[in-house]
Protein backbone atom coordinates (compact mmCIF):
# COMPACT_ATOMS: atom_id res chain seq x y z
CA UNK A 1 0.00 0.00 0.00
CA UNK A 2 1.24 3.41 -1.12
CA UNK A 3 1.58 5.96 1.49
CA UNK A 4 -0.34 8.61 2.16
CA UNK A 5 0.45 12.20 0.57
CA UNK A 6 -0.31 15.69 0.95
CA UNK A 7 -0.71 18.13 -1.96
CA UNK A 8 0.34 21.37 -1.57
CA UNK A 9 -0.55 23.64 -4.41
CA UNK A 10 0.84 27.05 -4.33
CA UNK A 11 -0.37 28.05 -7.82
CA UNK A 12 -3.53 26.77 -9.27
CA UNK A 13 -7.16 27.52 -9.59
CA UNK A 14 -7.70 27.39 -5.96
CA UNK A 15 -4.25 28.02 -3.37
CA UNK A 16 -4.51 25.16 -0.62
CA UNK A 17 -3.71 21.74 0.53
CA UNK A 18 -5.27 18.53 -1.02
CA UNK A 19 -5.23 15.07 0.56
CA UNK A 20 -5.71 13.16 -3.21
CA UNK A 21 -3.72 13.41 -6.59
CA UNK A 22 -7.04 13.24 -8.03
CA UNK A 23 -7.72 16.67 -6.24
CA UNK A 24 -4.42 18.49 -6.58
CA UNK A 25 -5.17 17.55 -10.62
CA UNK A 26 -8.70 19.78 -10.41
CA UNK A 27 -6.52 22.35 -9.37
CA UNK A 28 -3.84 22.52 -11.80
CA UNK A 29 -5.03 21.21 -14.49
CA UNK A 30 -5.59 23.79 -17.56
CA UNK A 31 -3.22 26.10 -15.29
CA UNK A 32 -0.74 27.95 -16.97
CA UNK A 33 2.29 27.87 -14.14
CA UNK A 34 0.74 25.88 -11.54
CA UNK A 35 3.31 25.38 -8.65
CA UNK A 36 2.35 22.35 -6.39
CA UNK A 37 4.24 19.40 -4.44
CA UNK A 38 3.67 16.61 -2.22
CA UNK A 39 4.66 15.91 1.39
CA UNK A 40 4.34 12.58 3.17
CA UNK A 41 2.88 14.77 6.25
CA UNK A 42 0.03 17.66 6.62
CA UNK A 43 2.08 19.46 8.95
CA UNK A 44 4.97 19.52 6.17
CA UNK A 45 2.55 20.60 3.69
CA UNK A 46 1.18 23.13 5.58
CA UNK A 47 4.24 24.26 6.64
CA UNK A 48 5.06 24.48 2.96
CA UNK A 49 2.40 26.62 1.70
CA UNK A 50 2.73 29.37 4.19
CA UNK A 51 6.82 29.50 2.93
CA UNK A 52 7.99 30.14 -0.72
CA UNK A 53 7.89 27.28 -3.07
CA UNK A 54 11.45 27.64 -4.22
CA UNK A 55 12.73 27.02 -1.28
CA UNK A 56 10.72 23.31 -1.21
CA UNK A 57 10.70 22.72 -5.32
CA UNK A 58 14.32 21.55 -5.18
CA UNK A 59 14.48 20.02 -2.21
CA UNK A 60 16.12 16.54 -1.43
CA UNK A 61 14.55 14.39 1.08
CA UNK A 62 17.85 14.21 3.18
CA UNK A 63 16.84 18.43 3.73
CA UNK A 64 13.33 17.81 4.50
CA UNK A 65 13.60 14.70 6.66
CA UNK A 66 17.21 15.67 8.43
CA UNK A 67 20.09 13.76 8.88
CA UNK A 68 18.79 10.90 10.76
CA UNK A 69 19.50 7.82 11.21
CA UNK A 70 16.57 6.19 9.70
CA UNK A 71 16.78 8.17 6.44
CA UNK A 72 20.37 6.83 6.37
CA UNK A 73 18.65 3.00 6.63
CA UNK A 74 15.92 3.82 4.41
CA UNK A 75 17.63 5.10 1.34
CA UNK A 76 20.73 2.79 1.91
CA UNK A 77 23.24 6.07 2.10
CA UNK A 78 26.42 3.63 2.12
CA UNK A 79 25.30 3.06 -1.28
CA UNK A 80 24.98 6.67 -2.88
CA UNK A 81 27.64 8.23 -4.74
CA UNK A 82 26.72 12.03 -2.64
CA UNK A 83 29.21 13.22 -5.02
CA UNK A 84 26.72 13.17 -7.97
CA UNK A 85 24.22 14.72 -10.11
CA UNK A 86 20.66 13.86 -9.89
CA UNK A 87 18.53 14.22 -12.67
CA UNK A 88 14.65 13.91 -12.93
CA UNK A 89 11.57 15.07 -15.37
CA UNK A 90 7.67 15.74 -14.57
CA UNK A 91 4.94 16.10 -17.20
CA UNK A 92 1.32 16.66 -16.32
CA UNK A 93 -0.33 13.82 -18.98
CA UNK A 94 1.46 11.85 -20.82
CA UNK A 95 1.97 13.50 -23.48
CA UNK A 96 1.63 16.34 -21.62
CA UNK A 97 3.35 19.66 -20.43
CA UNK A 98 7.01 18.83 -19.28
CA UNK A 99 9.97 20.11 -17.81
CA UNK A 100 13.06 18.26 -16.68
CA UNK A 101 15.55 19.33 -13.95
CA UNK A 102 19.16 18.38 -12.50
CA UNK A 103 19.99 19.07 -8.80
CA UNK A 104 23.05 18.22 -6.64
CA UNK A 105 22.68 14.75 -5.08
CA UNK A 106 24.14 15.55 -1.40
CA UNK A 107 22.16 19.10 -1.60
CA UNK A 108 19.13 18.99 -3.57
CA UNK A 109 20.44 22.56 -5.14
CA UNK A 110 19.26 22.77 -8.19
CA UNK A 111 21.88 23.16 -10.81
CA UNK A 112 19.40 24.00 -14.34
CA UNK A 113 15.63 23.78 -15.02
CA UNK A 114 13.96 23.73 -18.56
CA UNK A 115 10.34 23.72 -18.65
CA UNK A 116 7.59 24.21 -19.06
CA UNK A 117 7.01 22.54 -22.76
CA UNK A 118 3.28 22.52 -23.90
CA UNK A 119 3.94 19.13 -25.13
CA UNK A 120 6.33 16.36 -24.35
CA UNK A 121 6.75 12.78 -22.82
CA UNK A 122 8.10 11.60 -19.48
CA UNK A 123 10.82 9.63 -21.52
CA UNK A 124 11.99 12.56 -23.73
CA UNK A 125 12.03 15.16 -20.65
CA UNK A 126 14.25 12.17 -18.57
CA UNK A 127 16.57 11.51 -21.93
CA UNK A 128 17.31 15.50 -22.41
CA UNK A 129 17.70 15.77 -18.80
CA UNK A 130 20.99 13.23 -19.02
CA UNK A 131 22.58 14.93 -22.02
CA UNK A 132 21.93 18.49 -20.53
CA UNK A 133 24.12 17.42 -16.89
CA UNK A 134 26.79 15.41 -19.09
CA UNK A 135 27.36 18.44 -20.74
CA UNK A 136 27.00 20.60 -17.83
CA UNK A 137 29.48 18.56 -16.49
CA UNK A 138 31.83 18.65 -19.23
CA UNK A 139 31.85 22.21 -18.93
CA UNK A 140 32.98 22.45 -15.12
CA UNK A 141 35.19 19.52 -16.11
CA UNK A 142 34.02 17.16 -13.65
CA UNK A 143 33.26 13.68 -13.71
CA UNK A 144 31.59 13.21 -11.08
CA UNK A 145 28.40 10.36 -11.94
CA UNK A 146 24.53 11.50 -13.13
CA UNK A 147 21.76 9.54 -11.56
CA UNK A 148 18.21 8.91 -13.73
CA UNK A 149 15.33 7.04 -12.43
CA UNK A 150 14.59 5.99 -16.06
CA UNK A 151 15.56 2.80 -17.52
CA UNK A 152 14.10 4.17 -21.13
CA UNK A 153 16.27 6.96 -21.14
CA UNK A 154 19.38 5.12 -20.52
CA UNK A 155 18.67 2.66 -23.07
CA UNK A 156 18.06 5.73 -25.67
CA UNK A 157 21.34 7.35 -24.42
CA UNK A 158 23.37 3.88 -24.89
CA UNK A 159 21.40 4.01 -28.71
CA UNK A 160 22.37 7.75 -29.12
CA UNK A 161 18.58 7.96 -30.84
CA UNK A 162 15.47 8.44 -29.28
CA UNK A 163 11.96 5.95 -29.88
CA UNK A 164 9.21 8.15 -29.04
CA UNK A 165 5.52 7.53 -30.28
CA UNK A 166 5.11 11.46 -29.78
CA UNK A 167 4.36 13.28 -33.59
CA UNK A 168 6.97 16.21 -33.95
CA UNK A 169 4.70 19.25 -34.36
CA UNK A 170 4.42 23.05 -34.07
CA UNK A 171 2.80 22.38 -30.49
CA UNK A 172 6.48 20.52 -29.44
CA UNK A 173 9.19 21.53 -32.38
CA UNK A 174 11.06 23.69 -29.52
CA UNK A 175 11.21 20.17 -27.45
CA UNK A 176 12.78 18.30 -30.54
CA UNK A 177 15.00 20.78 -31.74
CA UNK A 178 16.21 20.12 -28.06
CA UNK A 179 16.47 16.55 -28.69
CA UNK A 180 18.34 16.87 -31.98
CA UNK A 181 20.59 18.90 -30.51
CA UNK A 182 20.91 16.55 -27.84
CA UNK A 183 21.66 13.59 -29.80
CA UNK A 184 24.23 15.78 -32.09
CA UNK A 185 25.88 16.48 -28.89
CA UNK A 186 26.34 12.83 -27.99
CA UNK A 187 27.30 11.86 -31.53
CA UNK A 188 30.56 14.62 -31.04
CA UNK A 189 31.09 14.97 -27.60
CA UNK A 190 32.59 11.64 -25.46
CA UNK A 191 32.38 12.28 -21.37
CA UNK A 192 33.59 9.83 -18.70
CA UNK A 193 30.65 10.12 -16.08
CA UNK A 194 28.89 7.26 -15.32
CA UNK A 195 25.15 7.49 -15.49
CA UNK A 196 23.70 5.53 -12.98
CA UNK A 197 19.96 4.00 -12.30
CA UNK A 198 19.13 5.10 -9.03
CA UNK A 199 17.80 2.45 -6.79
CA UNK A 200 13.80 3.87 -6.07
CA UNK A 201 13.18 0.99 -4.08
CA UNK A 202 15.67 0.99 -1.97
CA UNK A 203 16.64 4.72 -1.96
CA UNK A 204 13.01 6.66 -2.18
CA UNK A 205 12.37 8.84 -4.90
CA UNK A 206 15.65 10.44 -6.73
CA UNK A 207 16.38 13.68 -5.57
CA UNK A 208 15.23 15.52 -8.23
CA UNK A 209 12.06 14.23 -8.25
CA UNK A 210 9.53 17.04 -8.55
CA UNK A 211 7.06 15.87 -5.90
CA UNK A 212 4.09 15.19 -8.02
CA UNK A 213 3.66 11.47 -7.72
Request: charged content about 20%.
Amino acid sequence: MSKKKYYTVWKGHKRGIYDSWSECQKQIKGFEGAVYKSFPSLEMATNALNGNPSDFMARSKKQIYGSSAAYAMNLGEGEIVWNSLSVDAACSGNPGILEYQGVDTKSGIRLFHLGPFPEGTVNIGEFLAIIHALAYLKKQNSNIPVYTDSMTALSWLRKKRINTKLVRSQKNEKLFQLVDRAIFWLHNNSYTNKVIKWNTKQWGEIPADFGRK
